[in-house]
């Protein structure tokens, strides 16, 4: 038998796992590999050399103060817009106050006399108001005057402008309408309205109506004086009916 001068592999197996372990000479590495190694730092972690950390981009102090009165500008501005309807609008039924009206008027006015068409005005008055109130309280009241505004709303064309002019009382705007052409609406409407109850009244609501078309160099109180006496004059010929003046 033949005598062996290397060890067993069992022994060379145990001093090979003495050996202190080396880490790869990178310079020796071929490049594709030298990407993909991860190596030991001190406290313990992989340091991967191919991954780089991208840092969010941060704005600029001037940018970033841009962006905030930005911001607080279009807050501003819808405030500001809030305030402008709330100032033009009846709180109750959401139809354009006085105010409101005052300026849809001008804007109505001009741009008929700059087409040269007409301007139809209508002024629509609840019949036994007082008495409704009284019999059953404000509440139904109010909801009469709402009622009275959606099923108006609802009616009307895009273009025809609503106000509440105070109390039941309101004033309905037609442009581009003639006396007849607007007479012959807002009989139509007055119809369908004592036709509809209103919701939770036990009585039955209708209204009276005045209808004029603006003269020339006549000012917006004169047409409304006279859409208001034929309002009366439909009151006095036993209300629910339409006059025009």
């Known amino acids: 038998m033949f005598k062996h001068d290397e060890s067993s592999p069992l022994q060379s197996s145990r001093h090979a796992s003495r050996r202190p372990h ?9 490049l594709p590999m030298r990407g993909h190694l991860s190596l030991p730092t001190a406290n313990g972690r992989v340091h991967h050399p191919h991954i780089r950390r991208v840092e969010a981009p941060v704005p600029a102090p ?12 279009a807050e501003l501005e819808s405030a500001l817009s809030e305030a ?9 039924t959401g139809a354009l106050n006085r105010r409101g009206f005052d300026e849809a008027y001008k804007r109505e006015l001009a741009r008929s006399r700059r087409n040269g068409s007409q301007l139809a005005i209508a002024l629509i008055d609840v019949d036994d108001f007082k008495r ?15 009622h009275l505004v959606k099923s108006l709303r609802a009616a009307l064309r895009p273009s025809d402008i609503l106000c509440r002019f105070g109390g039941e009382e309101f004033v309905l705007l037609l442009p581009e309408t003639a006396l007849d052409e607007a007479v012959a609406a807002i009989s139509r409407f007055q119809r369908q309205f004592a036709a509809s109850a209103v919701p939770g009244c036990a009585l039955a609501v209708t209204f009276s109506a005045g209808v004029v078309v603006r003269q020339n160099s006549e000012s917006l109180e004169d047409v409304i004086l006279r859409a208001d006496a034929a309002t009366y004059a439909a009151k006095r010929a036993g209300k629910n009916c339409v006059i025009s003046g």
């Open 84 to 92: 402008r309807q709330a100032a033009f609008t009846d709180a109750l």
């Open 22 to 30: 080396r880490l790869p000479d990178l310079a020796n590495l071929p």
């Open 132 to 146: 409704l109130n009284d019999t059953l309280g404000h509440h139904m009241g109010d909801e009469t005057l709402v």
């Open 62 to 73: 001037g940018a970033l103060q841009l962006l905030v009165a930005e911001a607080r500008i």
